[in-house]
């Protein structure tokens, strides 16, 4: 992220930390306010006006360390979208939903009314066509049942490796980093960008269940041992 450059704390934070909600940088949320209701760069982040990759790059501070504690960070996540969508720069899909189109949701079979992404906007950035990662997506319950099926398989599809067998055991696994406040809830540890119960923090569940969860109650859970795929809209 080159505009990090010359920061002190974002310039040190890493690509493991973004996807881990443990680079710092601090959510969009205050006191419990709906998101309309939010004052400064929070609540432009959110009405998505005008740009709210670049609020996220710019206006969100660190509040703590970078890789010293967890919490969720939405802008976090957004500077993982723009970091990821750099790295495909001058590829032949050079963004997220291309990538995503291409090389997961048409091999499933994944209808394209059957799924969106980043509040079907794109913000164009340095070049770049960045979407919203943090929020922002709709996928029928078939179609999220196909992404567990998928990860569940190790990236394989009928006869197919889509995904790098050894990636998807790494995104599902504990990714080494602090875990969040469990005080007063059963929080579960952090892959990248999926939830883990590696050390089974979710009681009664296999410890080798990963999930995805949204808003809403929103959860799609996958329970290798018991070849068993979730979902809950």
Not at 36 to 53: E, Q, V, Y
């Amino acid at each position: 992220i080159p505009r990090w450059k010359s920061d002190p704390q974002k310039s040190r934070i890493t690509i493991r930390q973004l996807a881990t909600h443990t680079s710092g940088i601090a959510d969009a949320e205050q006191d419990d306010l709906p998101h309309d209701r939010l004052p400064g760069w929070k609540g432009a982040f959110w009405t998505r006006k005008p740009d709210p990759i670049s609020i996220a790059l710019d206006q969100a501070p660190v509040i703590f360390e970078p890789g010293t504690g967890n919490e969720y960070s939405n802008p976090g996540m957004a500077a993982l979208a723009y970091a990821v969508t750099s790295s495909l720069r001058g590829a032949p899909e050079s963004d997220i939903l291309t990538v995503l189109q291409r090389r997961i949701l048409e091999p499933t079979g994944i209808a394209e009314a059957d799924w969106r992404i980043g509040y079907g906007e794109r913000y164009d950035l340095d070049g770049l066509k960045v979407y919203a990662n943090w929020g922002g997506a709709a996928f029928t319950p078939r179609a999220t049942a196909r992404i567990g099926q998928l990860m569940l398989q190790k990236g394989a599809w009928e006869g197919r490796q889509l995904l790098k067998r050894e990636w998807v055991e790494a995104v599902t696994s504990y990714a080494g980093m602090p875990k969040p406040d469990r005080t007063l809830d059963p929080a579960p540890a952090s892959g990248l960008c999926w939830y883990t119960n590696y050390d089974c923090g979710w009681s009664g569940i296999p410890h080798d269940a990963f999930a995805g969860a949204g808003a809403s109650q929103q959860a799609l859970l996958v329970v290798p041992s018991l070849s068993l795929v979730v979902v809950r809209n």
